[in-house]
């Protein structure tokens, strides 16, 4: 099972950037994707996930109208755009499978939005 990101980088405040998580080992398509960002000294939170289909999505409240999740599965890819993002997204943002019991895990990617 691999799940690799890729797309993070440095952005200045209000900028932006399409993180891809490209996933490998397992049934794509019948697990929830998640995005998840843990910053220094902070806890994992999750960002966004959206089901199988991709016809559902959820947003923490801190992205909601800035990031949008969305899901090809006939590329077993999943994609987090982020929008005028704040000094505040900085974190690793980490691709997360799940379905039942079964977790799945990326390596993580790094976002550092600063000037």
């Known amino acids: 099972v691999q799940l690799v990101e890729s797309g993070g980088g440095l952005v200045q405040p209000g900028g932006s950037l399409r993180l891809s998580c490209a996933a490998s080992g397992f049934t794509f398509i019948n697990y929830v994707m998640n995005w998840y960002r843990q910053a220094p000294g902070k806890e994992r939170t999750m960002v966004a996930n959206?089901?199988?289909?991709?016809?559902?999505?959820n947003y923490a409240d801190s992205v909601k109208g800035r990031f949008t999740i969305s899901r090809d599965n006939a590329k077993n890819t999943v994609y987090l755009q982020m929008n005028s993002l704040k000094p505040e997204d900085t974190a690793v943002y980490y691709c997360?499978?799940?379905?039942?019991?079964?977790?799945?895990w990326g390596q993580g990617t790094q976002v550092t939005v600063s000037s």
């Open positions: 959206i089901n199988s289909s991709g016809g559902s999505t």
């Open positions: 997360n499978a799940r379905r039942d019991w079964k977790t799945y």
